[in-house]
C-alpha cells in the first residue's frame, strides 16, 4: 500500500494550511493510500548551524527531532510539503526544516528519499506563492524526489478561509490523486533504492 505524508509547515493547527492539506491526504485516501498528517510545530526542531558535522559522521550534532521527522518520511511513498506565507516565502517552521533535512540528506548521500513522490503546497494572503513554492519545489528537487503536478496555491487570509478557495481545494485534491497514481506506478524504482543502499 502507498504511504502519503502530509507535512504542515503552520504553527496554527486547524489554519489554511492544514484544511488544503487534508484535501490532498483524503484524495490520496480514496486512491487506496495510508496517509498520515504531521505538524512541524509539533517537533522540537532547531536551526541549523552550518557546523557541517553531519558530512563526516553521518548524524547531526543538535538534539532534537530532525530524526523522527526524517525517519516518518524515509518511511514514505510520496511527501506532500505546505507552508503558509510570511513575508513573501515559506514560514520559518518550513525554511528550519528543508534546511535541516536537506542538509541530513546530503550529508547521507541524497539516497533516503530518492525517487519518493513529492508535491508542494502554499497558502498566501495575496503575494509570495511563487517563492515559497519555489523554496518548496527546490527542497523536493534536492532530496531526489520525483515532482507531481499540481503545484498548489491557495488564496485565503483569516483562519478557515481556504475552505472558500475551490480552485486551491481543486487542485490541492488532483496532487494527492496524482501522487498516488505515481507513487503505484514507479513503486519498482523505489525498490530498487532500497536494495542498492
Same mark, same amino acid.
Given at each position: 500500500?502507498?504511504?502519503? %505524508?502530509?507535512?504542515?509547515?503552520?504553527?496554527?493547527?486547524?489554519?489554511?494550511?492544514?484544511?488544503?492539506?487534508?484535501?490532498?491526504?483524503?484524495?490520496?485516501?480514496?486512491?487506496?493510500?495510508?496517509?498520515?498528517?504531521?505538524?512541524?510545530?509539533?517537533?522540537?526542531?532547531?536551526?541549523?548551524?552550518?557546523?557541517?558535522?553531519?558530512?563526516?559522521?553521518?548524524?547531526?550534532?543538535?538534539?532534537? =527531532?530532525?530524526?523522527?521527522?526524517?525517519?516518518?518520511?524515509?518511511? #514514505? =511513498?510520496?511527501?506532500?510539503?505546505?507552508?503558509?506565507?510570511?513575508?513573501?516565502?515559506?514560514?520559518?517552521?518550513?525554511?528550519?526544516?528543508?534546511?535541516?533535512?536537506?542538509?541530513?540528506?546530503?550529508?547521507?548521500?541524497?539516497?533516503?528519499?530518492?525517487?519518493?513522490?513529492?508535491?508542494?503546497?502554499?497558502?498566501?494572503?495575496?503575494?509570495?506563492?511563487?517563492?515559497? %513554492?519555489?523554496?518548496?519545489?527546490?527542497?523536493?528537487?534536492?532530496?531526489?524526489?520525483?515532482?507531481?503536478?499540481?503545484?498548489?496555491?491557495?488564496?485565503?487570509? #483569516?483562519?478557515? =478561509?481556504?475552505?472558500?478557495?475551490?480552485?486551491?481545494?481543486? =487542485? #490541492?485534491?488532483?496532487?494527492?490523486?496524482?501522487?498516488?497514481?505515481?507513487?503505484?506506478?514507479? #513503486?519498482?524504482?523505489?525498490? %530498487?533504492?532500497?536494495?542498492?543502499?
Amino acid at each position: 500500500m502507498v504511504k502519503l %505524508l502530509g507535512i504542515v509547515g503552520s504553527p496554527r493547527k486547524g489554519g489554511n494550511t492544514e484544511i488544503i492539506m487534508k484535501e490532498a491526504l483524503k484524495a490520496g485516501e480514496q486512491e487506496g493510500a495510508e496517509t498520515e498528517l504531521i505538524h512541524l510545530v509539533d517537533f522540537s526542531l532547531k536551526p541549523c548551524n552550518g557546523c557541517r558535522t553531519c558530512f563526516e559522521t553521518k548524524n547531526c550534532v543538535i538534539e532534537d =527531532d530532525v530524526e523522527k521527522i526524517f525517519e516518518k518520511m524515509a518511511g #514514505a =511513498d510520496g511527501i506532500i510539503v505546505g507552508s503558509p506565507v510570511y513575508f513573501y516565502n515559506t514560514n520559518a517552521q518550513t525554511k528550519t526544516f528543508i534546511d535541516r533535512v536537506g542538509y541530513l540528506n546530503s550529508a547521507r548521500g541524497r539516497k533516503a528519499f530518492r525517487n519518493k513522490i513529492g508535491g508542494a503546497l502554499a497558502v498566501a494572503h495575496r503575494s509570495g506563492l511563487s517563492n515559497a %513554492l519555489s523554496q518548496i519545489l527546490m527542497f523536493l528537487a534536492a532530496t531526489r524526489m520525483i515532482t507531481a503536478a499540481p503545484v498548489v496555491s491557495s488564496l485565503a487570509s #483569516a483562519k478557515g =478561509d481556504a475552505i472558500k478557495d475551490t480552485p486551491g481545494l481543486d =487542485d #490541492a485534491r488532483e496532487l494527492g490523486k496524482s501522487i498516488v497514481q505515481i507513487a503505484k506506478a514507479t #513503486a519498482s524504482l523505489r525498490e %530498487l533504492n532500497c536494495s542498492n543502499n
